[in-house]
C-alpha cells in the first residue's frame, strides 16, 4: 500500500524479545473496515508456533483475537510496536502476532522492493524418542530424526539419509521439530547451512544450499 501523504505520526518500533508473561498490551485495529477499535489484554504465551512450517513463533495474545484484527499493530505500555496481529481464534479467545524482532529484519528488505523467499531443506522428521535414541547409540538423547529425505531437495543434494539424527544447525543444538524447521525456514533460500549429524555411532558436518520451498508440500517438513 502506498500514500502520497508525507510525515503521517508512526508507531515506535520496541523489543518483542523482551516480552514477558502476564506483560499487558493492546491492539489497534479496524475490524471489517467499520470503526476503529483498541483492544487490551496481556501477554499469554511466547513460543508459540501455529504451524510446523512457520519460520518463527508466534506470540499468543487476548487482545486482538476478534475476527477482522488481522493487520493490527500490537504495542506495549509505552506505546511500542511488538508485534503485527496475524490470527485469531474463532471464538475470539486468543489471538496471534508476529514478533517486530521478525519484521525487523526484513523491512529493510521489503522497502527496496524485495522479495523474502524463505529456505527450505527437503526432510520429514519427527521427535527422537528415548527408544530410537538408544537404539541408534545417541546418548544423552537429543536432536531431530529424519524419517525420509524428499529426492531433488537440498537435503538429498547435501547427502543428508534417512536415519540421521540432525543435532544442530549452524552450530545451534535442536531438540525438536519446530526448533528445526524454526531455523530452516527463518533463513532465506540460497543460503548455506551447516547441519551436525549422529550417523552410524558418529558425527558428521553436511553443508546443505537451502531451496525455495516447494508449493505442493505439506506435512512436518522442513
Not at 520496541?14 to 467499520?34: I, W
Not at 517486530?100 to 527422537?128: D, M, Q, Y
Not at 525420509?148 to 543434494?157: D, F, N
Not at 532465506?188 to 558418529?202: D, N, Q, Y
Given at each position: 500500500?502506498?500514500?502520497?501523504?508525507?510525515?503521517?505520526?508512526?508507531?515506535?518500533?520496541?523489543?518483542?524479545?523482551?516480552?514477558?508473561?502476564?506483560?499487558?498490551?493492546?491492539?489497534?485495529?479496524?475490524?471489517?473496515?467499520?470503526?476503529?477499535?483498541?483492544?487490551?489484554?496481556?501477554?499469554?504465551?511466547?513460543?508459540?508456533?501455529?504451524?510446523?512450517?512457520?519460520?518463527?513463533?508466534?506470540?499468543?495474545?487476548?487482545?486482538?483475537?476478534?475476527?477482522?484484527?488481522?493487520?493490527?499493530?500490537?504495542?506495549?505500555?509505552?506505546?511500542?510496536?511488538?508485534?503485527?496481529?496475524?490470527?485469531?481464534?474463532?471464538?475470539?479467545?486468543?489471538?496471534?502476532?508476529?514478533?517486530?524482532?521478525?519484521?525487523?529484519?526484513?523491512i529493510p528488505r521489503l522497502e527496496?522492493?524485495?522479495?523474502?523467499?524463505?529456505?527450505?531443506?527437503?526432510?520429514?522428521?519427527?521427535?527422537?524418542?528415548?527408544?530410537?535414541?538408544?537404539?541408534?547409540?545417541?546418548?544423552?538423547?537429543?536432536?531431530?530424526?529424519?524419517?525420509?529425505?524428499?529426492?531433488?531437495?537440498?537435503?538429498?543434494?547435501?547427502?543428508?539419509?534417512?536415519?540421521?539424527?540432525?543435532?544442530?544447525?549452524?552450530?545451534?543444538?535442536?531438540?525438536?521439530?519446530?526448533?528445526?524447521?524454526?531455523?530452516?525456514?527463518?533463513?532465506?533460500?540460497?543460503?548455506?547451512?551447516?547441519?551436525?549429524?549422529?550417523?552410524?555411532?558418529?558425527?558428521?558436518?553436511?553443508?546443505?544450499?537451502?531451496?525455495?520451498?516447494?508449493?505442493?508440500?505439506?506435512?512436518?517438513?522442513?
Amino acid at each position: 500500500m502506498k500514500v502520497e501523504r508525507k510525515e503521517l505520526p508512526v508507531l515506535a518500533l520496541g523489543d518483542s524479545d523482551g516480552l514477558k508473561v502476564g506483560e499487558l498490551v493492546a491492539s489497534l485495529s479496524y475490524p471489517f473496515g467499520r470503526e476503529s477499535s483498541l483492544s487490551f489484554g496481556i501477554i499469554s504465551r511466547r513460543g508459540r508456533s501455529q504451524n510446523v512450517l512457520a519460520g518463527f513463533d508466534f506470540i499468543q495474545t487476548n487482545a486482538g483475537a476478534s475476527a477482522g484484527s488481522s493487520g493490527g499493530p500490537l504495542v506495549n505500555v509505552r506505546g511500542e510496536t511488538v508485534g503485527m496481529v496475524t490470527m485469531a481464534s474463532q471464538n475470539g479467545a486468543m489471538g496471534f502476532a508476529v514478533p517486530i524482532s521478525v519484521i525487523k529484519n526484513i523491512i529493510p528488505r521489503l522497502e527496496k522492493g524485495e522479495k523474502i523467499v524463505w529456505g527450505w531443506l527437503g526432510v520429514r522428521v519427527s521427535e527422537l524418542t528415548l527408544e530410537a535414541a538408544d537404539k541408534l547409540g545417541v546418548s544423552p538423547a537429543r536432536g531431530v530424526f529424519v524419517n525420509s529425505v524428499l529426492p531433488g531437495q537440498p537435503a538429498e543434494k547435501g547427502k543428508i539419509l534417512p536415519h540421521d539424527v540432525i543435532l544442530a544447525v549452524n552450530g545451534v543444538e535442536i531438540d525438536n521439530p519446530r526448533e528445526l524447521t524454526r531455523l530452516i525456514s527463518g533463513t532465506e533460500a540460497g543460503s548455506e547451512v551447516r547441519l551436525t549429524i549422529f550417523r552410524k555411532g558418529g558425527v558428521v558436518q553436511r553443508s546443505v544450499i537451502l531451496a525455495p520451498k516447494p508449493k505442493e508440500t505439506e506435512g512436518r517438513e522442513g
